[in-house]
């Protein structure tokens, strides 16, 4: 894999969701005292870890300021802590040097706001034994502090290709026509994501054209309407699509058909039965934590 600028210096790539789990499982279990998971986002990352500590930490996401996580830190102490997507927290002076704190390597850490911010019952200073889980979708060694972060814990990339993504996805999702078109163009997917299947669902639900939009998220420009023809049940024949391409613009007849060629499967895979037959009762962008609470645990992957 090529070295990314979104990744720490030195990282553990992770190309599967059962090497995945083994990592939440340990953090879980106490075996790691940080963890920080890095990846694309709409993966599932952050529901890995979840199944895995089964609502047992402090989850912190979102635009989290030091002082809130601090307080947090306090409320929560000696629990689990995962920040995550508080990706700009380790640019802050303050973040970072509350992390460095919080994540020593010391069973007991000793963590510290030397402010008068502070009050209302909650001291300048108190133990710990939080073990702490940062997810990311992009980190940088911005600093000499950011990397004495990293080294104090496990830095790992997540990375699965798009088959590994679309195999766990038949573990949870439920219509077999939209998986299908999916796996029929995974091999022009750049980066996979799991929200895909449920975002064409709910244009299918629509009686929209749910199709064009499973495209339109993994290929662009001339490509992505060379595939659009070809996806377009109004045409009779390839011979009609070529005109319709060559009347838009987009190309002669041999653009079209190098085109098409790069849009054939280079291997076909094997067809998956989905597990599920029925979408829950509500489906939205956080569809992750809504499946778990619908389904349970979502399988090993």
């Known amino acids: 894999m090529t070295k990314s600028k979104n990744r720490p210096a030195a990282v553990v790539d992770v190309p599967t969701y059962g090497e995945l789990e083994q990592y939440a499982r340990a953090f879980a279990d106490g075996h790691l005292n940080l963890l920080i998971l890095c990846g694309d986002p709409g993966i599932g990352k952050s529901q890995c870890l979840r199944r895995a500590l089964n609502a047992q930490a402090c989850w912190i996401d979102?635009?989290?300021?030091?002082?809130?996580?601090?307080?947090?830190?306090?409320r929560y102490r000696n629990q689990p802590m995962v920040l995550?997507?508080?990706?700009?927290?380790?640019?802050?002076?303050?973040?970072?040097?509350?992390?460095?704190?919080?994540?020593?390597t010391d069973p007991v850490k000793t963590v510290s706001w030397q402010t008068a911010a502070t009050g209302g019952g909650i001291p300048m200073q108190f133990t710990t034994t939080s073990r702490v889980a940062i997810i990311a979708n992009q980190w940088h060694?911005?600093?000499?502090d950011v990397a004495a972060l990293e080294d104090r814990g496990h830095c790992l990339q997540f990375a699965p290709s798009a088959a590994e993504v679309h195999r766990h996805a038949a573990q949870w999702f439920w219509d077999q026509p939209v998986f299908d078109f999916v796996a029929a163009h995974l091999h022009v997917i750049q980066r996979h994501s799991l929200r895909t299947y449920v975002l064409a669902w709910e244009l299918k639900k629509a009686g929209m054209n749910w199709r064009q939009a499973v495209l339109s998220?993994?290929?662009?420009?001339?490509?992505?309407e060379v595939a659009k023809l070809k996806t377009n049940p109004s045409f009779q024949s390839e011979e009609d699509r070529v005109r319709a391409f060559v009347a838009a613009g987009l190309g002669c007849r041999a653009t079209y058909f190098n085109y098409a060629k790069k849009l054939q499967p280079h291997e076909s895979l094997p067809e998956i039965k989905l597990m599920q037959t029925s979408p829950p009762q509500?489906?939205?962008?956080?569809?992750?934590?809504?499946?778990?609470?619908?389904?349970?645990?979502l399988g090993n992957g």
């Open 217 to 224: 998220r993994c290929l662009k420009g001339t490509a992505l």
């Open 141 to 144: 060694t911005l600093s000499a």
């Open 282 to 297: 509500e489906v939205h962008a956080d569809y992750l934590d809504l499946l778990v609470r619908r389904f349970g645990p």
């Open 62 to 74: 979102g635009n989290a300021s030091a002082f809130g996580i601090y307080l947090q830190a306090h």
């Open 84 to 104: 995550d997507d508080v990706d700009g927290l380790y640019r802050d002076r303050q973040g970072i040097r509350l992390l460095k704190t919080l994540c020593q």
